[in-house]
């Protein structure tokens, strides 16, 4: 059996071929293209000034585009007059750093080109270039349709010697560069996947169809059924660290135990509450100032408090004061809203006393607290327009 890896290989050549000899003798003489910047180097005048910033260079409309926004023009020669054409190879010099990206059938990586090197790069498709550098520099390219071809000798003192005697590379093959490139870049592609699924290098395994399609036998839950739902799936017993959740279906879940944290949370349109407290979520559902009739009797939870008093721990809290001086805050309030607040004196050692929030106290000054050890004292408050209103029961034991 032929595998994968080796039908690509003749699937490529055959292209090649059939490329190639389709067209005349004449054609293949007359389709290299290559092309110099600077166009006419004289010697003494080797290089092209670049200004510093990002040059633009468009081998089509033949435009170069100067950082400052300033265009020159490429003669006729210069420019690729078929849209089938790109150029493939490209030998840059640069007596400043200098960064060279190409563009064409697609976005290519950028290079780096050392001060005062050359840098060569083959196998490649572009009809447009961007040349970066951070100050004024010198820079000569060689530019060729051929996808193998290069300068070996690049500056020089005799330019056109260099180009007649110095090329290196393939030059027939640039006839089937243009019509292969894609088809090399989608069977790529192909051979990525496949390594992908096997999980195997390239080359250290038979990538036959077969060897392919066993990844997706009935063992990991595909079936082969040839049915219109005949898709690569993954049975969910094989996954693992998911508890039972991986066995349920998605109309019907069932959690027990555990807790579920960071989420976002639930809009009210939703049947959430819209808040992740509880003043907001009374906001959110519009339970702020409404008046609610009800019989039977209503328990708010007894809440042991601290001097930092959160009404949104319970109407009614309690605490057992600490031996003299403490102050009290409160937070968190609901317009109309009453409260309770039962204080305790401590069991043992000096009265605890209080420095209340404003409060408006019934007769106008604020209560003066039981001192006795283990005596208890009741403040009742009304919120209202802003305002703590308070009253007082106090020496209970």
Request: aromatic share 8%; net charge negative.
């Amino acid at each position: 059996m032929v595998s994968f890896e080796q039908a690509v290989g003749q699937l490529v050549d055959l292209t090649k071929k059939i490329a190639f000899y389709s067209e005349s003798q004449d054609k293949r003489d007359t389709d290299i293209i290559s092309i110099t910047i600077p166009e006419q180097p004289i010697p003494g005048a080797l290089t092209r000034s670049f200004q510093a910033g990002t040059t633009t260079i468009d081998f089509r409309t033949g435009t170069i585009m100067n950082p400052d926004k300033t265009s020159e023009r490429l003669t006729q020669s210069a420019l690729l007059t078929s849209p089938d054409v790109f150029l493939h190879s490209l030998t840059g010099y640069s007596s400043q750093d200098a960064i060279i990206q190409w563009t064409g059938q697609q976005i290519g990586p950028a290079w780096g080109v050392d001060a005062g090197a050359e840098k060569n790069v083959t196998y490649i498709s572009y009809d447009k270039l961007s040349i970066t550098v951070n100050q004024s520099s010198n820079i000569r390219l060689f530019l060729c349709t051929n996808p193998q071809s290069v300068v070996t000798t690049f500056v020089t003192t005799v330019v056109t010697t260099v180009l007649q005697t110095s090329v290196q590379g393939d030059t027939t093959e640039a006839q089937t560069w243009d019509t292969v490139s894609s088809l090399l870049n989608n069977l790529n592609r192909i051979r990525n996947q496949i390594v992908a699924i096997t999980g195997e290098a390239w080359g250290t395994v038979s990538h036959s169809i077969a060897t392919v399609w066993a990844k997706f036998d009935k063992t990991t839950g595909h079936a082969h059924t040839g049915g219109t739902d005949d898709g690569p799936k993954i049975a969910n017993t094989s996954i693992t660290g998911l508890g039972t959740m991986s066995t349920q279906a998605s109309s019907n879940v069932s959690i027990s135990g555990g807790s579920v944290t960071g989420i976002t949370d639930l809009a009210v349109a939703d049947g959430g509450t819209g808040a992740s407290t509880a003043a907001a979520a009374r906001s959110a559902l519009g339970c702020v100032g409404i008046n609610v009739a009800t019989t039977g009797q209503y328990a708010s939870a007894d809440y042991n408090c601290t001097t930092t008093l959160d009404w949104n721990n319970g109407r009614n809290q309690y605490m057992t004061l600490a031996n003299n001086g403490q102050t009290f805050t409160f937070a968190n309030p609901l317009a109309g809203a009453n409260y309770t607040l039962r204080l305790k004196q401590p069991a043992s050692g000096a009265a605890g006393t209080v420095t209340w929030p404003t409060i408006t106290w019934i007769g106008g000054a604020a209560p003066t607290l039981t001192t006795t050890n283990g005596h208890t004292d009741i403040i009742t408050l009304i919120y209202s327009g802003g305002v703590y209103y308070g009253a007082s029961a106090l020496n209970f034991y």
